[in-house]
């Protein structure tokens, strides 16, 4: 299983950014695709995640600013973020979780991870 991720970069806080993930050597319509992201000295949290069936979670700090969606058929998760702020800042990672509709915001209840994509916010 491999996850690549895409679309991060330097930009000033008031901007958007379409991170992408594509995934391969999975079945992908069969996973639930989730995004968390690391701060500089920070613990990796959970930004948003979307099961089989559709269905999405937001963290409450990015929830209004941040959209999850996905392409089966391209076998790509996306993630659309608005409004970026300074506290946007950090590596955004993807991660896949197999068969369970549940979505979990625990980054331990992911079984596949992608090597993640540096955003920067500036001020």
């Known amino acids: 299983v491999q996850l690549q991720a895409s679309g991060g970069g330097l930009v000033q806080a008031g901007g958007a950014l379409r991170l992408s993930c594509a995934a391969s050597?999975?079945?992908?319509?069969?996973?639930?695709m989730g995004w968390f992201r690391q701060a500089p000295g920070k613990e990796r949290e959970f930004v948003a995640a979307?099961?089989?069936?559709?269905?999405?979670r937001y963290a409450d700090p990015v929830k209004g600013r941040i959209t999850i969606s996905r392409d089966n058929a391209q076998n790509t998760v996306y993630l659309q973020i608005n409004s970026l702020k300074p506290d946007d800042t950090a590596v955004y990672y993807c991660?896949?979780?197999?068969?369970?509709?549940?979505?979990?915001?625990?980054?331990?209840?992911?079984?596949?991870w992608g090597q993640g994509t540096l955003v920067t916010v500036s001020s």
């Open positions: 991660a896949a979780r197999p068969l369970i509709l549940i979505i979990s915001t625990e980054a331990r209840r992911y079984d596949y």
């Open positions: 979307i099961n089989q069936n559709g269905s999405t």
């Open positions: 050597g999975l079945t992908f319509s069969t996973y639930t």
